[in-house]
């Protein structure tokens, strides 16, 4: 007699794994329509025919592609009909009590087509082929009863198989759509780089001849003409400066996503930083009647950062304070050391950002209305803070500013050591 073999700890997991859940083990097979029709036959006869065989959890009853002449109808427990490896099955289907494994072995003289594995203590009750033929020369009626559960679980089988063949043609025709898809967004991904190096590359020349223009007019007007039109060339000033930054920050997001490397790091002063984008904010804060106040240590470490992104970033979020804060209201900026790091952080007293856009405001494009503001420019200014700010290795965010009003946007960068 061979020895029962059991599953490893890590295969019988496996084969379990999406088992019901635990059942009464004194559950038994009694009242089921297979043990109603045996108990229609002569008792003696039965015990002669049928064979009790126990196993325990992880126990191989039978293996897939051995020959094999004995039917079991399943008293109490449960077993997996497995196939493939137990390690990487193909297929895995449960049994529990009143139900019948291995039948297939009566009708064809064919290797079984799966393992069966005891899931948990159970008590098998087998019959073998000769025997069942004997029984179904016995009991006419049985025989019918019998042949017509063996059919109905051949058409369960053929309608299961029918409806994978169906769920596989749905599958691969999915697949095949996503797969069309993927490569459409593949193409308009590819499209829409082309379309910004394009763009930034002819703006790049006309915000060049803009700049120069610029100076050649403070150079050659007349003094009064000067003081009279100050405005409105600090007004075409600003303007190009916010484009000459779109520009900038389309090149670098571009570049950043390409994993290429921009400019040196070096150690860098935050806070001379901070004062140099409160000089370059000066018109605009003035025209809004709003006041910035800088707060920092005098002994704040230099970070290591690249200073013009840097720089780039903490004029976006001033430009985004005075954008959405309410005319003459106050501004603050503030760099403070956590530990290894420099945090930054700009509060203002804006109508604030809702929490279900606190993360969505950093995508590329993305705008949200604040406060029945509606969002101007192109949504970029604020991916480029996260993607420079990342690639720095910090971080970005924005929260409630003191007391719930406005917003407080907050990065990190790293302290030089």
Known sequence: ?????????????????????????????????????????????????????????????????QYGDIAYLIWSGRVAVVQG?????????????????????????????????ALDDVRLLGIHRNDFFELLQIDPNFSTNMMEILSNRLRAAEEMSRVNTAIGRELSAEVQELQSENEALRQMEQRRQELSELVVHDLRNPLGNLFSALNMLELVLPEAVLEENRELLEIARLSHLRMQDLVDSLLDIAQIEAGRPLGEREPTNVASLMGEVTQLNAFALDKREMTLTQNFPEDLPP???????????????????????????????????????????????????????????????????????????????????????????????????????????????????
Not at 11 to 38: C, H, K, M, W, Y
Not at 43 to 65: A, C, F, N, S
């Open 1 to 65: 007699m061979m020895r029962t073999q059991k599953l490893p700890d890590e295969e019988f997991n496996i084969v379990r794994a999406a088992q019901p859940a635990p059942i009464d083990p004194s559950e038994t097979a009694a009242g089921s329509t297979v043990v109603s029709l045996l108990s229609s036959l002569d008792r003696k006869v039965l015990d002669q025919v049928m064979v009790e065989h126990r196993y325990t959890p992880g126990e191989i009853v039978v293996y897939e592609g």
């Open 303 to 417: 970070v290591l950062a690249d200073p013009n992104q840097i720089r780039r970033v903490i004029t976006n979020l001033i430009d985004n304070a005075i954008k959405y804060s309410p005319k003459g209201g106050p501004l603050t900026i503030t760099a403070v050391r956590q530990g290894s790091m420099v945090e930054v952080s700009v509060v203002d007293a804006g109508p604030g950002v809702a929490p279900e856009e606190r993360e969505r405001i950093f995508d590329r494009f993305a705008q949200a209305e604040a406060g029945g503001i509606r969002p101007r420019g192109f949504g970029l200014g604020l991916s480029y803070c996260k993607l420079a700010i990342e690639a720095h290795n910090g971080r970005i965010w924005v929260e409630p500013g003191p007391e719930g009003v406005g917003s407080r946007f907050v990065f990190t960068l790293p302290v030089v050591i």
């Open 85 to 117: 490896d137990f390690a990487n099955p193909s297929s895995v289907n449960y049994r529990g009590t009143g139900e019948v494994v291995g039948e297939m072995s009566h009708i064809d003289n064919k290797p079984r087509y799966a393992s069966i594995v």
